[in-house]
């Protein structure tokens, strides 16, 4: 089989990861794929369903959701404060400059975009942690990690284009078992190696592929349920808007003769402020306008999936109530309302144990502690208020600097930072991590 070749359930995963950032992206992501999230209505020719696309609405909860949970782990730096040789992983966590709380967010993320993500430790003059996507983890086993990422090449004919193509990392083992890399690339007879390198560790070869898995491949994205809701929503949104369109306005029906002395059809004017003579004395006209429930079953739908995005979200958010609670009351609402930040800090604290150890075993230093913030609520925010809230501003009807205001008032933003700062570094979150290409999409 070739380097390329994809792991058993590869496409499924991809399928469900490319539903959740497609609507993390927003309406334009979610139109450009057509058929894919919208199916063609029976007996709709190309022109019909490109006027039926158009009138879709798409409510943006995903990424909303995303930024406010993200917001919420990273209310408080984590505990991490590495000294010496390391000092500099503060700041520069992946060679690229990326500090160590953009770090997290992006592994946050990936987690909810993707259900999981690579980590891959190299060493040239200081070790860093390069970070590749689910969609670019391609193959897997006990032996190998393939991993797929773009390159740029020249056009030999035209100085002023560039083509973009796909080449494989292989991380693998020689025949002495020891860690290689492998580089592969397309050519004219097949894929063939173009680069193999072996890491040391002070001169002495690896025995362990120093990569690290945040999840099992297997697992669904976080916010996969709310990105079917978003998808039902699409969907009954646009039948919606389809019937209105259709059936918002009266139609007008003519009876008896209209023509005039010269028999040709009268031209009838409809609006205020215009007249219309008739001589037919039994000529009649009628405005057929629709009623019944259908539209508002659609709109009832519509709302309940509304409500059930917000009710997604603020679960995710709200770590309890006021009020006195029994310990096993309090247990149940720990479990049950914050399950999604609990297995986010777990695993972030897992991988960054991992991360930290190879490094610290490659560059000879003892290793950090890290601790992610798990002060994530605090109770000063009534969760129903949080709820609403959040709806409105999954919704449309908020802005993000509104609402991290009222984050700020209900003190779920570090008291050092205001709601200009937060949106600061929301807007600066926006880099793509995958050891520094592009990832297979």
Not at 120 to 142: F, G, H, P, R, W
Not at 261 to 273: F, H, L, P, R, S
Request: glycine share 8%; hydrophobic share 40%.
């Amino acid at each position: 089989m070739p380097i390329n070749t994809k792991y058993s359930g590869y496409e499924k995963a991809v399928k469900k990861s490319s539903k959740v950032r497609d609507f993390a992206t927003g309406e334009f992501a979610v139109k450009e794929k057509q058929e894919v999230y919208l199916p063609r209505l029976s007996g709709q020719n190309k022109t019909e369903y490109d006027a039926y696309l158009m009138r879709g609405f798409l409510i943006p909860a995903v990424e909303p959701t995303a930024q406010a949970i993200s917001g919420a782990i990273m209310r408080k730096p984590p505990l991490f404060d590495p000294v010496g040789a390391l000092s500099y992983l503060v700041e520069d966590m992946d060679g690229m400059n990326n500090d160590i709380e953009l770090f997290i967010h992006t592994m946050i993320t990936e987690l909810l975009y993707a259900g999981s993500s690579g980590y891959l430790v190299e060493y040239t003059d200081k070790a860093v942690v390069k970070q590749y996507t689910k969609e670019s983890i391609i193959n897997v086993s006990k032996d190998y990690i393939v991993l797929a990422q773009e390159y740029v090449v020249q056009n030999e004919k035209d100085r002023y284009e560039q083509e973009t193509k796909m080449e494989y990392l292989e991380l693998t083992y020689d025949e002495n078992g020891n860690y290689i890399q492998n580089l592969w690339r397309e050519a004219k007879k097949g894929f063939q190696i173009v680069d193999s390198v072996m890491p040391t560790n002070r001169g002495e070869p690896l025995k362990e592929i120093p990569f690290v898995f945040s999840a099992d491949l297997e697992c669904d994205p976080m916010l996969l349920h709310l990105a079917n809701v978003n998808e039902d929503q699409y969907r009954l949104s646009t039948d919606q808007r389809h019937g209105l369109h259709w059936t918002a306005l009266p139609t007008l029906f003519l009876f008896g003769d209209l023509r005039d002395e010269n028999n040709q059809k009268k031209k009838i004017v409809v609006g205020a402020g215009s007249a219309n003579h008739i001589d037919d004395t039994d000529a009649k006209a009628q405005l057929l306008e629709f009623t019944g429930a259908g539209l508002g079953a659609l709109k009832s739908a519509i709302d309940d999936n509304v409500s059930t995005m917000a009710s997604i979200g603020a679960k995710a958010l709200v770590s309890g109530g006021g009020g006195v609670k029994s310990a096993e009351t309090s247990r149940i609402d720990a479990s049950s309302e914050t399950a999604v930040l609990s297995v986010l800090t777990n695993t972030i604290d897992n991988v960054m144990s991992k991360l930290l150890e190879i490094i610290a075993v490659w560059s000879g230093a003892p290793v950090p502690e890290f601790k992610i913030n798990r002060d994530f609520i605090d109770i000063k925010l009534d969760p129903q208020a949080l709820l609403a809230y959040l709806q409105v501003f999954q919704s449309g009807g908020m802005s993000l600097d509104s609402f991290l205001n009222l984050l700020v008032k209900g003190e779920l933003l570090p008291s050092n930072i205001s709601a200009e700062d937060e949106a600061d570094r929301i807007e600066t979150t926006g880099n793509d991590f995958n050891g520094g290409e592009d990832a297979q999409d």
